[in-house]
T-cell receptor, first 114, second 113 residues
Framework: SQTIHQWPATLVQPVGSPLSLECTVE??????LYWYRQAAGRGLQLLFY??????ISSEVPQNLSASRPQDRQFILSSKKLLLSDSGFYLC?????????????FGQGTRLTVV | GENVEQHPSTLSVQEGDSAVIKCTYS??????FPWYKQELGKGPQLIID?????GEKKDQRIAVTLNKTAKHFSLHITETQPEDSAVYFC????????????FGKGTHLIIQP
């Protein structure tokens, strides 16, 4: 069966520090991968999606970047965090090629920038 | 692009009563509509979904209806229980797009004992 792992679960970082959140998927090949941000416990905003290795699309211009160095690995990064980067970050995957199927979410990372 | 509106933002019902959450979407090409339940501090989990060739789908106490003409779909929960308390998200997926689901802003469902 397929599983998705996301870590860390909780992170407190100072303003200006770098960020690296990692997500891996097991049990499937060539998944579509997504990073969402959820602010204030509501709303899921799509940040990045990827249909293959090194193929990243950004939905919202921001202080963050994403990379997909391996088929089932998706990384969310920042060189210098801002206070506004605080939030709940969710990684998700769906079946590829493009199909209208559900997205499977990880357990999320609670990021607090202080 | 697709836009999904969800109402209400907060819904409080007595245990045992029914709860209804409504969503509208803007893109008539959307053809897949899932509903997710998110418990505090966790990732969203799919609870039910419906495709555009179906008008209604039911799974025990949960049902979803879809009106393609009006471009709206609804989640119905009957005989609500305390464990139904959570945030519920509707979403829509336009066929052919790899950019995933467009989500509503969520409904905080509170079940009063």
């Amino acid at each position: 069966s397929q599983t998705i792992h996301q870590w860390p679960a909780t992170l407190v970082q100072p303003v200006g520090s770098p960020l690296s959140l990692e997500c891996t998927v097991e049990g499937t090949s060539n998944p579509n991968l997504y990073w969402y941000r959820q602010a204030a416990g509501r709303g899921l905003q799509l940040l990045f999606y990827s249909i293959g290795i090194d193929q990243i699309s950004s939905e919202v211009p921001q202080n963050l970047s994403a990379s997909r160095p391996q088929d089932r690995q998706f990384i969310l990064s920042s060189k210098k965090l801002l206070l506004s980067d605080s939030g709940f970050y969710l990684c998700a995957w769906s079946v590829s090629p493009v199909m209208n199927t559900e997205a499977f979410f990880g357990q999320g990372t609670r990021l607090t920038v202080v | 692009g697709e836009n999904v509106e969800q109402h209400p933002s907060t819904l409080s019902v007595q245990e045992g009563d029914s709860a209804v959450i409504k969503c509208t979407y803007s893109d008539s090409a959307s053809n897949y509509f899932p509903w997710y339940k998110q418990e505090l501090g966790k990732g969203p989990q799919l609870i039910i979904d419906i495709r555009s060739n179906v008008g209604e789908k039911k799974d025990q106490r949960i049902a979803v209806t879809l009106n393609k003409t009006a471009k709206h779909f609804s989640l119905h929960i009957t005989e609500t229980q305390p464990e139904d308390s959570a945030v519920y998200f509707c979403a829509a997926w336009v066929g052919g797009g790899a950019d995933g689901l467009t989500f509503g802003k969520g409904t905080h469902l509170i079940i009063q004992p």
